[in-house]
């Protein structure tokens, strides 16, 4: 039997790891959406038919004498108009190219800091997992769970205790709660050291 403690923690670890796979989840569907930006961006940079409307008020150029001081083409505003156009498609371009880079990064973070919650999820047995999915991912009160399920209250609170249970005893065998106290002192000891700084 574990006692409050232990049962806070091992619900903080359960918590997380359904609420980090939403986060993914999303993240996902945002680096979807920037991928089919890039694509479109791609498309337009590459188009001979412009993407935008070009500026219909700017003057003609004279082309009385053809190339600067410094030997080079003179630009009709209309030229520079359309530069400035894909120049814009260029940029907005790599700045998606790095918001992808970026994304895929941080996906990849937290998929990682989800290994070893997923682990010991996956040892479970298919009703325990369901039993978490509906509590923790799709939110169900312990009733609503029961009912679901078929089962009595009584029943549902003795399997949450249970897989709560085996789920700390695996975790603590293997120094996963000790890792997040030796982090948490970590954090702290950093904490301190950069308050000295400013005192």
Request: charged share 30%.
């Amino acid at each position: 039997m574990i006692n409050k403690k232990e049962l806070a923690e091992v619900k903080k670890k359960i918590e997380q790891y359904y609420y980090t796979e939403k986060v993914i989840v999303w993240k996902n569907e945002k680096l979807e959406r920037l991928r089919k930006r890039l694509q479109e961006i791609d498309n337009d940079r590459n188009s001979a038919i412009l993407p935008v409307s070009l500026n219909t008020d700017l003057q003609a150029v004279k082309y009385d004498g053809i190339g600067s001081k410094s030997g080079a083409l003179s630009q009709s505003p209309m030229e520079r108009n359309i530069e400035a156009i894909y120049n814009s498609l260029e940029s907005a371009y790599c700045r998606t190219q790095n918001e992808i880079v970026g994304l895929k990064m941080e996906i990849q973070k937290l998929e990682d800091g989800q290994e070893e919650t997923a682990f010991y999820i996956h040892m479970l047995n298919e009703e325990s997992k369901k039993i978490l999915e509906y509590k923790y991912k799709y939110k169900k009160s312990v009733t609503q769970v029961a009912f679901l399920l078929h089962l009595s209250k009584l029943t549902m609170c003795r399997s949450f205790q249970e897989i709560y249970e085996w789920l700390y005893k695996m975790m603590e065998y293997n120094g996963v709660f000790e890792k997040n106290v030796k982090q948490n002192e970590t954090k702290l000891q950093q904490n301190e050291t950069k308050l000295g700084l400013f005192l």
